[in-house]
């Protein structure tokens, strides 16, 4: 079995622990992809200290010239995207066309970065004196902790770390203990293109290590995605120490579907974003509102189809759904359905752990369609991230509307419909960072804005410009050419009238 290490001050070195943790694939929990490292506060500090030089050194680099090594990213990635997509698929379990889907993003996410290094503008403006001028531009903040969750393990870290690199930071990256294989191959590719070495630390271990790194007094910025309940600690902290912090955290997202959509790519919709990723995305379909003049029929098709979905290894050709990262995992989704069911909904299909030759090895769950819930029902309003999806029905649009709005969290909605004037009042009026209009909650482009609004975020996004804006400070500069003292909103261009 492979033994992997850190990345820490140029080195592929040991845990100062000496501990090491095994990462299993979850489709076959008797295939050990390798150990590694349960790091602590030690390697943390050696991390952190490491990247303050590499700080040093790449902030005084060209933002162009930083651009570019993110460009020699992109290319490795490309050529490696099948490799990428194959050992992903092993670690974290989902089928292979989403992690190459996956690894897509971390390229899309790095040639966009590659130009925004040409693109880091501040403002020059007219100052409201004479012969002086007033302008805005970006300085990088300094190392960044990078805490990543498992189930985007290459895009969501590329998110985080591209941007922040191309503003000049440094980072210290933990991938979530789950999938820590993909995170050490990132950063290999990442130095391979160029990154000078002392600007990237991979730390691994479990949340021990995200606490050291958050709590570190050198890492000004920090950019966690995760579950609200870990967000809110790292908030807490963050707050405590005035820095500035970046929460991607949790959805409870619904699909709405009216009574003149088109049923057969509302099917489609529905089967995509309730079970790819056997349910475990933060914009996970997992809440389905029916139009009461569609409802039996749609529910009906839509039940055949989830019974209809093949569950396995996401490396076998074939395979629709894949297991869930862990045991636990599998754990909470039981509960849910126990939960469901004490409340009266209606258990239409899955609700157990899926058995069979090729799967009792894994951690896999069928798909699970409960009908007849109501607003406010735990299944309806809290978190699963499992194959679960909660049917409920309406023929009030403002009820639907208030269904969706009706949960702590915010980040995805979704409405099929031919009506554009309804398509227009959903984007108006519903309370999610993201809505989309005749496709299910999930998909991201890499250069428009990603995240949730309510318990989801803090007001942070990823992707897009706006992201540029959360790496990197802005400074102004005025420059006085006048010659003589020109004071700010008492001496105008007419003069003052002493
Ligand atoms: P998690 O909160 O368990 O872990 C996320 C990361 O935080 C891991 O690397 C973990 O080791 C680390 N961590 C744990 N305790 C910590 C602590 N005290 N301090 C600092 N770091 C700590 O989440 P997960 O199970 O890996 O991922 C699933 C969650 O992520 C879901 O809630 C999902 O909705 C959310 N998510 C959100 C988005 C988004 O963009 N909004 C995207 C993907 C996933």
Same mark, same amino acid.
């Given at each position: %079995?492979?033994?992997?290490?850190?990345?820490?001050?140029?080195?592929?070195?040991?845990?100062?622990?000496?501990?090491?943790?095994?990462?299993?694939?979850?489709?076959?929990?008797?295939?050990?992809?390798?150990? $590694?490292?349960?790091?602590?506060?030690?390697?943390?500090?050696?991390?952190?200290?490491?990247?303050?030089?590499? $700080?040093?050194?790449?902030?005084?680099?060209?933002?162009?010239?930083?651009?570019?090594?993110?460009?020699?990213?992109?290319?490795?990635? #490309?050529?490696?995207?099948?490799?990428?997509?194959?050992?992903?698929?092993? !670690?974290?379990?989902?089928?292979?066309?989403?992690?190459?889907?996956?690894?897509?993003?971390?390229?899309?996410?790095?040639?966009?970065?590659?130009? %925004?290094?040409?693109?880091?503008?501040?403002?020059?403006? /007219?100052?409201?004196?004479?012969?002086?001028?007033?302008?805005?531009?970006?300085?990088?903040?300094?190392?960044?902790?990078?805490?990543?969750?498992?189930? $985007?393990?290459? +895009?969501?870290?590329?998110?985080?770390?591209?941007?922040?690199?191309?503003?000049?930071?440094?980072?210290?990256?933990?991938?979530?203990?789950?999938?820590?294989?993909?995170?050490?191959? =990132?950063?290999?590719?990442?130095?391979?293109?160029? @990154? /000078?070495?002392?600007?990237?630390?991979?730390?691994?271990?479990?949340? *021990?290590?995200?606490?050291?790194?958050?709590?570190?007094?050198?890492?000004?910025?920090?950019?966690?995605?995760?579950?609200?309940?870990?967000?809110?600690?790292?908030? !807490?902290?963050?707050?405590?120490?005035?820095?500035?912090?970046?929460? *991607?955290?949790?959805?409870?997202?619904?699909?709405?579907?009216?009574?003149?959509?088109?049923?057969?790519?509302?099917?489609?919709?529905? =089967?995509?974003?309730?079970?790819?990723?056997?349910?475990?995305?933060?914009?996970?379909?997992?809440? =389905?509102?029916?139009?009461?003049?569609?409802?039996?029929?749609?529910?009906?098709? @839509?039940?055949?189809?989830?019974?209809? =979905?093949?569950?396995?290894?996401?490396?076998?050709?074939?395979?629709?759904?894949?297991?869930?990262?862990?045991?636990?995992?599998?754990?909470?989704?039981?509960?849910?359905?126990?939960?469901?069911?004490?409340?009266?909904?209606?258990?239409?299909?899955?609700?157990?752990?899926?058995?069979?030759?090729?799967?009792?090895?894994?951690?896999?769950?069928?798909? #699970?369609?409960?009908?007849?819930?109501? +607003?406010?029902?735990?299944?309806?309003?809290?978190?699963? $991230?499992?194959?679960?999806?909660?049917?409920?029905?309406?023929?009030?649009?403002? !009820?639907?509307?208030?269904?969706?709005?009706?949960?702590?969290?915010?980040?995805?909605?979704? @409405?099929?419909?031919?009506?554009?004037?309804?398509?227009?009042?959903?984007?108006?009026?519903?309370?999610?960072?993201?809505?989309?209009?005749?496709?299910?909650?999930?998909?991201? *482009?890499?250069?428009?804005?990603?995240?949730?609004?309510?318990?989801?975020?803090?007001?942070?996004?990823?992707?897009?410009? !706006?992201?540029?804006?959360?790496?990197?400070? #802005?400074?102004?500069?005025?420059?006085?050419?006048?010659?003589?003292?020109?004071?700010?909103?008492?001496?105008?261009?007419?003069?003052?009238?002493?």
């Amino acid at each position: %079995m492979k033994t992997f290490q850190n990345f820490i001050a140029g080195q592929w070195v040991a845990p100062a622990t000496g501990e090491y943790f095994e990462n299993v694939n979850p489709a076959d929990r008797s295939d050990v992809v390798g150990r $590694f490292p349960l790091s602590g506060t030690e390697d943390v500090n050696r991390a952190v200290a490491s990247a303050k030089r590499g $700080f040093a050194q790449w902030s005084r680099v060209a933002a162009p010239a930083r651009g570019d090594v993110l460009r020699r990213v992109g290319d490795l990635l #490309t050529q490696r995207k099948a490799e990428l997509a194959d050992l992903m698929t092993r !670690e974290m379990g989902k089928p292979l066309r989403e992690t190459s889907g996956d690894v897509q993003e971390g390229i899309d996410t790095a040639y966009y970065a590659a130009t %925004m290094g040409r693109q880091l503008s501040g403002r020059t403006v /007219p100052s409201e004196l004479a012969n002086k001028w007033a302008m805005s531009f970006r300085q990088p903040i300094g190392v960044a902790g990078i805490i990543t969750p498992f189930n $985007f393990p290459l +895009a969501i870290p590329t998110w985080k770390m591209f941007p922040a690199l191309v503003c000049g930071n440094a980072c210290v990256f933990k991938p979530a203990e789950d999938v820590p294989h993909t995170g050490a191959v =990132l950063v290999e590719i990442m130095l391979e293109a160029g @990154l /000078p070495p002392e600007v990237i630390q991979l730390v691994h271990g479990a949340g *021990e290590v995200g606490r050291a790194i958050v709590e570190h007094p050198d890492v000004p910025v920090v950019s966690f995605t995760g579950s609200t309940e870990t967000g809110r600690m790292v908030g !807490e902290t963050c707050g405590r120490m005035h820095k500035r912090l970046s929460l *991607e955290m949790g959805g409870k997202n619904a699909m709405i579907v009216w009574e003149d959509a088109d049923l057969d790519l509302a099917l489609e919709g529905v =089967l995509w974003g309730a079970f790819g990723t056997t349910g475990q995305r933060c914009t996970a379909t997992s809440r =389905l509102v029916l139009h009461d003049r569609v409802h039996d029929e749609f529910l009906s098709r @839509l039940v055949d189809a989830a019974r209809g =979905l093949t569950l396995g290894d996401g490396r076998k050709k074939g395979t629709d759904v894949g297991p869930l990262i862990h045991e636990d995992s599998r754990k909470k989704v039981e509960r849910y359905v126990d939960i469901g069911q004490a409340v009266g909904a209606d258990l239409l299909c899955g609700g157990r752990r899926a058995a069979g030759k090729s799967l009792d090895d894994g951690f896999f769950f069928e798909p #699970t369609i409960f009908a007849r819930v109501r +607003a406010g029902q735990r299944i309806e309003q809290e978190e699963i $991230f499992g194959p679960v999806l909660s049917v409920l029905r309406t023929s009030s649009v403002d !009820e639907a509307f208030a269904i969706n709005n009706g949960v702590k969290y915010g980040l995805s909605s979704s @409405l099929y419909t031919r009506d554009v004037n309804l398509a227009f009042r959903a984007m108006n009026e519903l309370a999610n960072g993201i809505t989309y209009v005749n496709a299910p909650t999930i998909g991201a *482009e890499a250069h428009l804005p990603f995240g949730g609004v309510k318990q989801t975020g803090n007001g942070h996004r990823e992707g897009g410009w !706006e992201v540029y804006e959360f790496y990197s400070e #802005t400074k102004v500069g005025y420059v006085d050419f006048s010659g003589r003292l020109q004071r700010a909103q008492i001496d105008n261009y007419l003069g003052t009238p002493d």
